[in-house]
């Protein structure tokens, strides 16, 4: 059981889940509207020309700026989404956010 466990682990680490992760970041972060605080893999399937990611993120969103003449209150909002992204040569393809109940 701690083989796997740590096989399976190996494994979200590796150098193209990594790469991918990297490539999704910002297109998550642009989707949920504001910081990615954490995210996680929780599944990929490499393919021959494609990878697709799995996982969970936490997204940290602000209030946006104040309207003219008022004063800002810094609030940030956290946000759980779970999102899937594909990759297709070095291109982010797709990428959804579904939030979490």
Do not use: W
Not at 50 to 65: D, N, Y
Not at 74 to 89: A, G, M
Request: glycine residues 6%; aromatic residues 4%.
């Amino acid at each position: 059981m701690l083989a796997l466990l740590i096989a399976s682990s190996a494994a979200a680490n590796s150098p193209q889940v990594r790469t991918a992760v990297d490539l999704c970041r910002p297109v998550l972060a642009r989707k949920a509207g504001g910081e990615i605080a954490t995210i996680d893999v929780t599944a990929f399937t490499v393919g021959r020309k494609e990878i697709a990611v799995r996982g969970r993120v936490t997204i940290f969103a602000g209030m946006g700026p104040p309207a003219a003449g008022y004063a800002s209150a810094h609030h940030l909002v956290r946000s759980d989404f779970n999102y899937r992204c594909t990759i297709e040569r070095a291109k982010v393809r797709s990428a959804s956010l579904k939030p979490v109940q």
